[in-house]
């Protein structure tokens, strides 16, 4: 069984940033991604690796958050810099079988899921 742990969390001023980790129990060959979902809001995807360590971003994210993994640990990573005040959401990560694709895939495509971490960027 495929398990998700989110860790990180937390309030941080604009512009500032903040480390969200996913401790997992598996890797090779799932896809991993972060998803985000503010109040009233459709979950929406943040960033993705697929099973050829191939990442997308989300267009709103790009440039400021870096995804990452250590296999060694297997520990997928989202470094926020410069985050802003709609950054502001439960973070989720999640897994499932997938093949590689150059966008970051729709929430249905997760059979498995974190419980989530909040994030509160205040201006």
């Known amino acids: 069984q495929v398990q998700l742990v989110e860790s990180g969390g937390g309030s941080v001023q604009a512009g500032g940033s903040l480390n969200l980790s996913c401790a997992t129990s598996?890797?090779?060959?799932?896809?991993m991604a972060w998803f985000r979902q503010a109040p009233g809001k459709e979950r929406e995807g943040v960033a993705s690796?697929?099973?050829?360590?191939?990442?997308n971003y989300a267009a709103s994210v790009k440039g400021r958050f870096t995804l990452s993994k250590d296999n060694n640990k297997n520990i997928l990573d989202l470094h926020m810099s410069n985050v802003e005040p709609e950054d502001t959401a439960m973070y989720y990560c999640?897994?499932?079988?997938?093949?590689?694709?150059?966008?970051?895939?729709?929430?249905?495509?997760?059979?498995?899921w974190g419980q989530g971490t909040q994030v509160t960027v205040s201006s």
């Open positions: 999640a897994a499932d079988i997938c093949r590689p694709t150059p966008w970051i895939p729709p929430p249905t495509d997760f059979a498995h």
């Open positions: 598996i890797f090779w060959p799932y896809c």
């Open positions: 690796i697929d099973s050829d360590g191939k990442i």
